[in-house]
């Protein structure tokens, strides 16, 4: 049995939704700088709105600007020994195309050393998926703390992402400053995998994780 197969895990009951799980309430206009409207549909979207596997969301995610979150099932938070079932693991924005950003680079094997996302999980899931980080460019290592990872353990990554997560998605209406809500989103929803614009909420435990991948990423040798 595959334990990364997509239909291993799966339980018929679909995950409680965040709101049965007591999410805070829509973002009042004194909390964000952005219309209360645009901050509670992004809210509803992301939180409440449909969830796709990664394959299913190249038929129905568009090619435009917008915000997404990353959901992960209940084998997930356990392997993350991260967030709630039912609640984003994970929120960003695609300043272009969400289809490009969330597909093409979160979920795409190779693109680690591109994706704050993916680095993250690789560094949670190190041990359990037996994961090794090397330098981005492998030609030309620079130190730099964007590591990627040998080309078999970035395969088993994208199988267990396809496997344990989903993606529900928002797109930005026009004349709307994505950055702002953005902003609001990661304030009311809180999604334990963001470190950026979190503050004292980005939690320590990955940043020390993530940092032991970058060391083993800069002493990296060809064999």
Same mark, same amino acid.
């Given at each position: 049995?595959?334990?990364?197969?997509?239909?291993?895990?799966?339980?018929?009951?679909?995950?409680?939704?965040?709101?049965?799980?007591?999410?805070?309430?829509?973002?009042?206009?004194?909390?964000?700088?952005?219309?209360?409207?645009?901050?509670?549909?992004?809210?509803?979207?992301?939180?409440?709105?449909?969830?796709?596997?990664?394959?299913?969301?190249?038929?129905?995610?568009?090619?435009? !600007?917008? =915000?997404?979150?990353?959901?992960?099932? +209940?084998? &997930? $938070?356990?392997?993350?020994? #991260?967030?709630?079932? @039912?609640?984003?693991?994970?929120?960003?924005?695609?300043?272009?195309?969400?289809?490009?950003?969330?597909?093409?680079?979160?979920?795409?094997?190779?693109?680690?050393?591109?994706?704050?996302?993916?680095?993250?999980? !690789?560094? =949670?899931?190190?041990?359990?998926?037996? +994961?090794? &980080? $090397?330098?981005?460019?492998? #030609?030309?290592?620079? @130190?730099?703390?964007?590591?990627?990872?040998?080309?078999?353990?970035?395969?088993?990554?994208?199988?267990?992402?396809?496997?344990?997560?989903?993606?529900?998605?928002?797109?930005?209406?026009?004349?709307?400053?994505?950055?702002?809500?953005?902003?609001?989103?990661?304030?009311?929803?809180?999604?334990?995998?963001?470190? #950026?614009?979190?503050?004292?909420?980005?939690?320590?435990?990955?940043?020390?994780?993530?940092?032991?991948?970058?060391?083993?990423?800069?002493?990296?040798?060809?064999?």
């Amino acid at each position: 049995m595959n334990p990364y197969d997509a239909t291993t895990h799966v339980t018929e009951s679909p995950p409680p939704t965040p709101h049965s799980l007591g999410d805070p309430p829509c973002p009042t206009p004194k909390l964000v700088a952005v219309e209360e409207a645009r901050v509670c549909a992004a809210l509803a979207a992301l939180a409440d709105g449909p969830q796709y596997r990664a394959k299913e969301a190249l038929e129905v995610v568009p090619n435009e !600007a917008g =915000l997404y979150a990353v959901h992960g099932d +209940l084998l &997930a $938070v356990g392997d993350l020994a #991260a967030g709630a079932a @039912g609640r984003p693991l994970y929120m960003g924005k695609a300043e272009r195309s969400l289809l490009g950003r969330d597909l093409r680079t979160h979920f795409a094997t190779g693109k680690t050393g591109s994706s704050t996302l993916r680095r993250t999980l !690789a560094a =949670l899931l190190r041990e359990p998926l037996e +994961l090794r &980080a $090397v330098p981005r460019n492998l #030609a030309r290592p620079d @130190g730099s703390a964007n590591y990627s990872l040998e080309s078999s353990g970035d395969e088993r990554l994208t199988e267990w992402m396809h496997a344990r997560l989903r993606l529900s998605v928002w797109v930005r209406p026009d004349g709307v400053v994505l950055d702002e809500v953005e902003t609001a989103m990661l304030n009311a929803l809180q999604p334990p995998l963001n470190l #950026a614009k979190m503050g004292s909420l980005g939690d320590r435990r990955i940043k020390a994780a993530r940092a032991a991948m970058a060391e083993e990423a800069r002493a990296w040798r060809e064999a």
